[in-house]
């Protein structure tokens, strides 16, 4: 009987190191040729909030290019209330991770002009695949820059298949806009919830929240901020809320925040910045 459940426990164990390797393995592999087909250019596309222009984002690239150890080139691109688009600045050939800005001449609030400004940025993302041949990207918004990116990933998206995010982050992005109530759902949340079907499954999406006080930062309600959780949650791979409290958190500062800087590089730039981070506030 010994011997028998020796026989046993041998067998167990050889099948255990036959089939964790080969687990590995086709693990391993599968990754590979999933990540075999992406263009080594990858951008970073920024869409500002209302009111502000393809400058908006100059201070936080500032501070990225003070920290990060690569240089990434900007365009700027501005589309027309006509749907015609300027563009300023190139992208270096050897830049595989370009800062791209898109912005809007009609760049007012309100819920009609969001969902004219998320069709303006998918004939922008069009012109920009075209131009320059990546197969995927990662985005960053402020307030309701955040707002647009998401109703460009649930509804427009999907008419360029063969392009696909990877990673998307908001900065104090009002996903219920001015409303302070947990229970009140305004007619733009709607419309995003109603959609929220549409988002890609393999989005790793991060939504930051600052805090001047405990209800906001000043512009934007925390409670508004909170409500992304309705629509990206069970929707997507991966989402994370963070909040940033302490200095510089007021609604206009948090793109060029310190703590937010470091955060982009970690999770948004594929390089070893918060690593360098650490070593700077160390010093």
Known sequence: MKFKWLFWGV?????????????????????????????????????????????????????????AP?????????????????TTGTIQHNDNQPFIVVSFENNKDGKVNIDKQAVWLSSAFKQLVRTYH??????????????????????????TPSVRIDKLMTIASPYNMEEKSTTYK????????????????SLVMYSIAGTENYNGDGTVPYNSVNFAKYIFQDQIKNFTEITVTGANTAHSDLPQNKQIVSLIGQYILREDFSRKMGQMQRK
């Open 11 to 67: 067998g167990v164990l050889a099948l255990l190191a036959i089939c964790i390797p080969a687990y590995n393995w086709n693990h391993n592999n599968i990754a590979r040729l999933r990540n075999s087909g992406k263009t080594q250019m990858a951008p970073i596309i920024m869409v500002p909030g209302s009111s502000a222009t393809k400058n908006r984002f100059d201070s936080l690239i500032s501070e990225l290019g003070h920290e």
């Open 70 to 86: 690569k240089n990434h080139s900007v365009l700027k691109m501005v589309v027309k209330k006509d749907g015609k688009i300027t």
């Open 134 to 159: 990546f197969n995927h990207f990662s985005d960053l918004g402020h307030s309701n820059g955040g707002l647009i990116l998401t109703l460009f990933l649930e509804k427009y998206l999907k008419k």
């Open 186 to 201: 305004t007619a733009m949340f709607k419309e995003l919830y109603t959609y929220r079907e549409g988002l890609p499954e």
